[in-house]
């Protein structure tokens, strides 16, 4: 995931969006103290004037990913904040652990001193999408999915959210099959460089 985005990703693209690292939702899930989870960000600057902040999303067997979109003051997707979800499996994001994202999200913008008062996120200003896209037909091919997603939403945001037709074009078959090969000599190529 680091690599897509820091080959794909121009530094301008780049530094409107916050990758996570892949053991944050599993710290969120499992109730993690809320400071706990704060230490995760506390060297990214600005982190609630980035555009996106990107958490992928590891469930017992399962990834998918999430997209907090904080670009609505004239940003590229929608008028206000949100956040989407995107799963190959067709599942739904809880109710229990969006409520957790949000009062994480909160504890963030209070220990960076950005939230005044009883100004808190709720279903009504920060509400969860489960974005409908293509759907993986086997019980293993999630991961390269979450890949394929993460890649299509940093090329063609802000399109790729709203023209579902974008996301069958661009992840047909033979798409995944080239995505497979292509992960596989990506790992070969950096294992040869970094002499593993």
């Known amino acids: 995931m680091r690599y897509l985005t820091s080959h794909l990703l121009p530094e301008a693209d780049r530094q409107r969006c916050h990758f996570y690292n892949t053991f944050f939702f599993e710290k969120l899930h499992a109730n993690s103290p809320l400071k706990d989870l704060i230490r995760w960000t ?3 600057r600005s982190l609630f004037q980035k555009d996106f902040l990107f958490i992928p999303v590891h469930c017992g067997h399962h990834w998918s990913f999430l997209v907090v979109c904080l670009c609505g003051a004239g ?3 929608r008028e206000a904040p949100c956040v989407l979800h ?3 499996f067709g599942g739904t994001f809880g109710a229990v652990t969006a409520a957790r994202l949000r009062a994480y999200l909160d504890a963030e913008r209070e220990a960076r001193g950005e939230r005044s008062g009883g100004d808190r ?3 009504g200003n920060l509400p969860l999408y ?3 896209v293509p759907q ?6 999630c991961g390269v999915f979450m890949l394929c997603f993460l890649r299509l939403f940093v090329v063609l945001w802000p399109r790729a959210i ?3 037709a974008m996301w069958e074009q ?3 078959a033979g798409d995944l099959l080239n995505a497979r090969f292509d992960i596989q000599r990506l790992i070969l190529t950096l294992s040869v460089e970094q002499h593993v």
């Not at 993986?136 to 091919?141: K, P, T």
């Open 42 to 44: 506390r060297s990214v």
């Open 170 to 172: 661009y992840m047909g």
């Open 75 to 77: 940003g590229y997707f």
């Open 162 to 164: 709203a023209d579902f």
């Open 121 to 123: 996120f709720n279903e």
């Open 86 to 88: 995107l799963d190959s």
């Open 136 to 141: 993986q037909r086997n019980s293993f091919d």
């Open 130 to 132: 489960d974005v409908r």
